[in-house]
């Protein structure tokens, strides 16, 4: 039985992953979850916000689902998620982004992959205050890096036959970092003549995105750009409760959604599971359940299709009621 680590979060996340659970569990797959702790609650547990534990689970099955872990907003904790990224060298976030025919949005013609640099950026965390009336956050863009996640892009457009690699920066301000960061995309660039390659200022890039996103298909940012830029995309096809991602390195693959804990609804039973769960179909879909994958995709599909929609989609279904109409479309 395929063991994966599972990773409940905080907030929302216990919810919609016992959701999830259900709905694997409903349809037939076997998993060995090896449940793990990360943030608040392994401080709480064992004093440190990533245990080794946790990292060690990851490390052994090579593959996780996690839900959204909070981090405390201008003071506390480290973000767990940039120490797990780092820590298992998770290079690259991939967010894939596209219309789901039930959802109506003001856009029907969405089709995006958002590929962001997931170790370095301001995500470096090297800040420091000279005074109380100054701060200091330093950007880290490094060759190697930059050249990583721009083969990244440049492979993944070719093998799901992708037309375009779309570089986003702001080189015209951040001269040598994000100069930095497209010139080793324009390197990369010309070993894949059969793709189409497209550079943009992230600022344009947010203003074309809400007025024309169909023009957009593959988009290669550096680490803060596609964080942002992501939650943009998501916004475009019905909001964070459907947007789905997954961080990938050399040895191991974490799937989480793009949202967050969601504490304004967490406990509440309102959040919507589809991101989780359909980061989890493209996990299953990866350990060879395909046939699995797509028979949970239908059925997600067919309750969204009879209007059974959570509250951020316009609709009054609870999680569990979302669920429970999942499980009975299976
Ligand atoms: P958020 O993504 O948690 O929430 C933004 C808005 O979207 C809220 O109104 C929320 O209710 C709604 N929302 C998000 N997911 C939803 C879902 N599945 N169903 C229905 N509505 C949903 O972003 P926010 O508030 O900025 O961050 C909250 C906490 O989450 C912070 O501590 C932040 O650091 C953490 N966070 C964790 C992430 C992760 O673990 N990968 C990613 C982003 C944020």
Redesign the pocket.
Known sequence: MKKITLLK?????PE?SESVLKIIDAQGVKIDWDEQLA?QKAIDKYGVTLPENTLNSVINNQIAL????????GKGFR???VELRKKLNLYANLRCCYNIPAIKTRFDNVDIVVVRENTEDLYAGIERQPDENSAESIKIITKDASLRISEFAFNYAVENNRKEVCVVTKANICKLSDGLFLNCAREVAKNYPQTKFREILVDNCCMQLVQKPEQFDVLLLPNLYG?IVS?LTAGLIG????AQ?VNIGKDCRIY??????????AGQN???????LLSAIEMLKYIGMKNDAESIKNALYKTLNEGIL????GGKYT?SEFTDCVIKNL
């Open positions: 979060g905080d907030g929302i996340g919609i943030g996690k839900a959204p872990v909070t981090t405390p907003i973000s767990v998620n964080d939650d909001g964070l409760g459907v991602g989480e959604p793009v949202h967050g804990a969601a504490p304004d609804i309102k959040a919507n599971p589809t991101a989780l959570t509250g951020d989609l999680c």
